[in-house]
T-cell receptor, first 110, second 116 residues
Framework: DAKTTQPNSMESNEEEPVHLPCNHS???????IHWYRQLPSQGPEYVIH???SNVNNRMASLAIAEDRKSSTLILHRATLRDAAVYYC???????????FGQGTTLQVKP | DAGVTQSPTHLIKTRGQQVTLRCSPK?????VSWYQQALGQGPQFIFQ???????QRGNFPDRFSGHQFPNYSSELNVNALLLGDSALYLC???????????????FGPGTRLTVL
């Protein structure tokens, strides 16, 4: 299983953009890049996923490097409710086995 | 529309006992996955059930077994409990092969198991 590397923690101010990085230098050609987040006392929730092109949805944007060895999850305006652990996960399927790492704990300051 | 539900919420057992955890998937979903999350760690994949059969399995011993019923609900059984089995057990459901799978897996709130 391909491995991802994320910073242990990050801080952001409320209503400012947040860029959460993820390195995945051993990504294979068929691996999608998935992001999930886990709010306190809840199960993880899907945020976004992509293969090669940048992706946008109502929650966030995903910027994927041209060589696909890194990606960045972008929260355009952080709110206090975005404080969570964010996981970057590689996998060939969005509904199959998910291999979670340690994730990045995001703190949002008012 | 009810999401993924799990029962019980909390459970306390002693070493050597057996436990059964239950999961009802999101309405319309046919695939159930189970994860174990130790304190301060990311979830670890245990196994996945589809069409009442185990389809994928993670690196967990045979003490961990499961079942999926015709209504797609699922059970996770753990035998001969060890102290190290204390964790949050998460169930996730999905619907493979449709536009819904673009939204990934939907997780329940988990069952907190404490083994004394």
């Amino acid at each position: 299983d391909a491995k991802t590397t994320q910073p242990n923690s990050m801080e952001s101010n409320e209503e400012e953009p947040v860029h959460l990085p993820c390195n995945h230098s051993t990504i294979s050609g068929t691996d999608y890049i998935h992001w999930y987040r886990q709010l306190p006392s809840q199960g993880p929730e899907y945020v976004i996923h992509g293969l090669t092109s940048n992706v946008n949805n109502r929650m966030a944007s995903l910027a994927i490097a041209e060589d696909r060895k890194s990606s960045t999850l972008i929260l355009h305006r952080a709110t206090l409710r975005d404080a969570a652990v964010y996981y970057c996960i590689l996998g060939s399927s969005n509904t199959g086995k998910l291999i979670f790492g340690q994730g990045t704990t995001l703190q949002v300051k008012p | 529309d009810a999401g993924v539900t799990q029962s019980p919420t909390h459970l306390i057992k002693t070493r050597g006992q057996q436990v059964t955890l239950r999961c009802s998937p999101k309405s319309g979903h046919d695939t159930v996955s189970w994860y174990q999350q130790a304190l301060g760690q990311g979830p670890q994949f245990i196994f996945q059930y589809y069409e009442e059969e185990e389809r994928q399995r993670g690196n967990f011993p045979d003490r961990f077994s499961g079942h999926q019923f015709p209504n797609y609900s699922s059970e996770l059984n753990v035998n001969a409990l060890l102290l190290g089995d204390s964790a949050l057990y998460l169930c996730a459901s999905s619907l493979v092969g449709t536009a819904d799978d673009l939204r990934g897996q939907f997780f329940g709130p988990g069952t907190r198991l404490t083994v004394l």
